[in-house]
């Protein structure tokens, strides 16, 4: 990949505010980071991240019901971890 340290960097934080806001699905976000910071297919990213295919698969979907172990596994080789944050409210 031609993309400096810097460069990932940007890229890792622009797709974990997106996920904040909400215009981000958590499997389109891990496709992405999958896809683009490290350019591991998904049998290698898979074996990186210690869950199944079926797992890193069903997660990039959408799909089933996935636990914290499973997506902090994944979002921990980026150095990210799944969490409880405040939503912001509009008053008006």
Request: one cysteine or more; a positive charge.
């Amino acid at each position: 990949m031609g993309m400096t340290v810097a460069e990932r960097m940007v890229l890792m934080e622009s797709i974990q505010g997106a996920i904040a806001e909400g215009t981000l699905e958590i499997g389109e976000a891990v496709r992405r980071l999958r896809v683009e910071v490290t350019g591991l297919h998904q049998n290698q990213f898979a074996r990186m991240c210690k869950i199944s295919v079926r797992t890193l698969v069903h997660i990039e979907h959408g799909e089933g019901n996935q636990t914290m172990k499973s997506l902090n596994a994944v979002f921990r080789c980026f150095g990210m971890k799944m969490s409880v944050v405040r939503i912001r409210r509009d008053v008006g």
